[in-house]
């Protein structure tokens, strides 16, 4: 087949739409080659499989823009995607081939960034390392960070208010984003990006847009809020008996000030698989522990070089002391500090590696969750003979990341078909029950969609549906993720 023509079964608004994109903005805005469009059609973690007859890649604002004012001529449905690292299904076209992937990869400038002002204007494009690099030179950093940072983009980020290892201290994005740049479903440039302090105008459209994972626009800038350099820092591990313990551990700290950015508590098991398949990983500590926390402290530039580790050093020496902590050791170096992170950040390919597995992104107040964690693994394990459940994550902020891996020996389709759901729907009913939310940090995408509209108080899924009518009546921007429209609104 000719790779410069779109796949045969693609519809003739579909074709109009590619041959008007490519006459416009060039042969270098369309992808039609299915080799090409391909790895941008399945998530990454491989459970949600697409297809699109093309993969259009603007690269500007203006371009954006047009594309969409053609797909609303034509009726053709397009899906924003960035370095899609979605963990829900939530940048992948559907099935069907009826939408096209919109691309924000070639929009990747820094269009402004002062240390000055802790400001930063970037791009939907813009890989989180590029930004963390560019506020590094200008004496600032970015608090946000995630094991993705290598490949996810600003614009999806914003688009599902991404949390990562700092929230603690700095927020989700939502805190981050100062302003927004987006094309509505009409065409329209929402021009946000002015970071006001005040602006009394009716409805934060910014706020709106942010989280609303490419359902309501399509984010082509940000202007993001950076805070000062890092001048010291102390990575402490710690090994304990319980999550409640934890919790006891990170209440003692809080009390001393809010240098800590980061609480992450990871189970001795999940620690194990890490260093199974990680060449060169040694354990932080002698001996095996039932739980573990990392723990990230941190000064300015300017303070004192040893403020982090006079802060934590004599807490954990306390908490020893009282049998909360049973063991703990403060990185040495800077490449010890990053060895740390590097378990961390490796647990999640570990988990993925260990076999077929339910991954849930949930959050509960912070005081429920250590209770939470111990007695919905022991409820799920007790309902599904076989399975093994555990939890890792951000417990400073009540977030954790709690999978359910399948008994040994199963067939992986048959068990993601059958069984799957219904753990699923177990986990997060006890969620519900505790007043938690079955989305902390990764967004609804096609994989929750049903479970939120299940879950869901009927007042915010009417409002949810309302707001998606009102700004794309169409139903052309991602469709099938966050909301389903209710059968008899406009479809393309």
């Not at 001393?256 to 500590?285: K, M, T, W, Y």
């Amino acid at each position: 087949m000719d790779a410069t023509l779109p796949d045969p079964a693609a519809t003739p608004a579909q074709r109009a739409l590619i041959a008007d994109v490519r006459a416009m903005l060039g042969a270098r805005a369309v992808t039609t080659d299915p080799g090409e469009i391909a790895p941008w059609t399945t998530d990454w973690r491989g459970r949600w499989h697409g297809r699109a007859a093309a993969l259009l890649s603007p690269a500007d604002t203006n371009e954006v823009a047009a594309i969409v004012r053609l797909a609303a001529h034509h009726r053709v449905a397009l899906v924003p995607q960035g370095g899609n690292t979605s963990m829900v299904g939530g940048a992948t076209p559907p099935s069907d081939g009826s939408a096209l992937i919109v691309s924000l990869r070639r929009m990747d400038r820094i269009r402004q960034i002062s240390g000055e002002a802790g400001l930063a204007v970037a791009e939907a494009g813009v890989i989180l390392a590029t930004l963390h690099d560019a506020a590094g030179g200008v004496g600032r950093r970015f608090p946000l960070t995630l094991g993705a940072r290598g490949s996810a983009t600003i614009g999806g980020l914003v688009s599902t208010n991404a949390g990562g290892t700092q929230v603690l201290r700095h927020g989700t994005m939502r805190q981050l984003v100062a302003g927004v740049e987006a094309v509505l479903p009409d065409g329209q440039v929402h021009d946000g990006l002015a970071a006001l302090r005040k602006d009394n105008r009716g409805y934060d459209l910014n706020q709106l847009l942010i989280g609303a994972e490419g359902t309501l626009g399509i984010v082509t800038a940000a202007t993001l809020r950076l805070v000062p350099a890092i001048g010291a820092r102390a990575v402490a591990w710690a090994g304990l008996a319980s999550p409640a313990a934890a919790l006891q551990l990170l209440r003692r700290i809080e009390r001393a000030g809010d240098a800590v950015e980061s609480f992450e508590i990871i189970p001795g098991d999940s620690l194990d698989r890490v260093l199974a398949q990680l060449p060169g990983a040694r354990a932080p500590l002698a001996g095996r522990h039932p739980w573990h926390v990392l723990i990230e402290a941190v000064a300015p530039a300017g303070a004192s070089p040893d403020g982090p580790a006079a802060l934590i050093e004599p807490m954990l020496a306390a908490a020893i002391a009282d049998g909360m902590v049973d063991d703990a050791v403060i990185a040495a170096s800077e490449a010890q500090a990053d060895a740390f992170w590097r378990l961390r950040d490796s647990l999640s390919d570990a988990e993925r590696r260990a076999g077929p597995a339910v991954q849930h992104d949930i959050a509960v107040a912070v005081d429920a969750m250590p209770g939470f964690m111990i007695d919905a693994a022991r409820a799920a394990e007790a309902r599904f003979p076989g399975t093994h459940a555990t939890a890792f994550g951000h417990l400073g902020d009540g977030n954790v990341h709690f999978h359910v891996r399948a008994p040994a020996g199963v067939d992986a389709t048959a068990w993601y078909r059958d069984d799957a759901p219904v753990i699923t729907a177990f986990v997060h009913d006890l969620v519900t029950a505790a007043g938690g939310t079955i989305s902390a940090e990764h967004g609804i995408g096609q994989m929750k969609r049903d479970e939120l509209a299940r879950l869901a108080p009927p007042g915010r899924i009417a409002a949810l549906t309302a707001i998606k009518r009102a700004l794309d009546p169409l139903g052309l921007f991602n469709p099938g993720k966050l909301v389903a429209l209710a059968p008899g609104d406009a479809t393309p």
